[in-house]
T-cell receptor, first 109, second 112 residues
Framework: GQQVQQSPASLVLQEGENAELQCNFS?????MQWFYQRPGGSLVSLFY???GTKHSGRLTSTTVIKERRSSLHISSSQTTDSGTYLC???????????FGSGTQLTVMP | DPKIIQKPKYLVAVTGSEKILICEQY?????MYWYRQSAKKPLEFMFS???????DNQTASSRFQPQSSKKNHLDLQITALKPDDSATYFC???????????FGHGTKLSVL
């Protein structure tokens, strides 16, 4: 089965609303990364978060290894937040990231 | 001013031909990677290199050959192209295993 599962698959918000994106994994975790993929396709690194909680502006990432999950919280969403959010797992001892299928976020004005 | 340069941005090829995708990075990173994103599929790992040495390879086909002529280069040669090879190919870099990854803008390959 899929090692990294993201939910929801898509999400539509009104500007100003908050969003909670989830990433669950079934394999051992060395670290978790979150990326934002622009509508044009390029990827932007948001967080490198092996465990615990990290903040960056309106974004918060929380990884709980024991519960095999990571989340990305977006507060006070803006239309420019629209795009696809990807989580990627780095499992122990490997040189590769395993990506989830992404959450497609649309923020309406 | 992009620090990871992928060339070309778009590429159209005919079935059976050979193409080389270029990746150069100016972040001073030791590790370089190739990932592929096909339509409606998650990003998929292909290769990882550290100090110009292959560390991991998840590509079954030998038609895909990475080439590292310089420390900050990792090109991808694809031979005998097939329509199923159509995808966006991303180069990525990092300081090493278990480190944050940075991605280039990708090369979108279409095989007719």
């Amino acid at each position: 089965g899929q090692q990294v599962q993201q939910s929801p698959a898509s999400l539509v918000l009104q500007e100003g609303e908050n969003a909670e994106l989830q990433c669950n994994f079934s394999t051992s975790l060395n670290s978790m990364q979150w990326f934002y993929q622009r509508p044009g396709g390029s990827l932007v690194s948001l967080f490198y978060n092996p465990s615990g909680t990290k903040h960056s502006g309106r974004l918060t990432s929380t990884t709980v290894i024991k519960e095999r999950r990571s989340s990305l919280h977006i507060s006070s969403s803006q239309t420019t937040d629209s795009g696809t959010y990807l989580c990627a797992l780095d499992s122990s001892g490997s040189w590769q990231l395993i990506f989830g299928s992404g959450t497609q976020l649309t923020v309406m004005p | 001013d992009p620090k990871i340069i992928q060339k070309p941005k778009y590429l159209v090829a005919v079935t059976g031909s050979e193409k080389i995708l270029i990746c150069e990075q100016y972040l001073g990173h030791n590790a370089m990677y190739w990932y592929r994103q096909s339509a409606k599929k998650p990003l998929e790992f292909m290769f990882s290199y550290s100090y110009q040495k292959l560390m991991d390879n998840q590509t079954a086909s030998s038609r895909f050959q990475p080439q590292s002529s310089k420390k900050n280069h990792l090109d991808l040669q694809i031979t005998a192209l097939k329509p199923d090879d159509s995808a966006t190919y991303f180069c990525a870099t990092g300081q090493g295993r278990d480190e944050r990854l940075f991605f280039g803008h990708g090369t979108k390959l279409s095989v007719l």
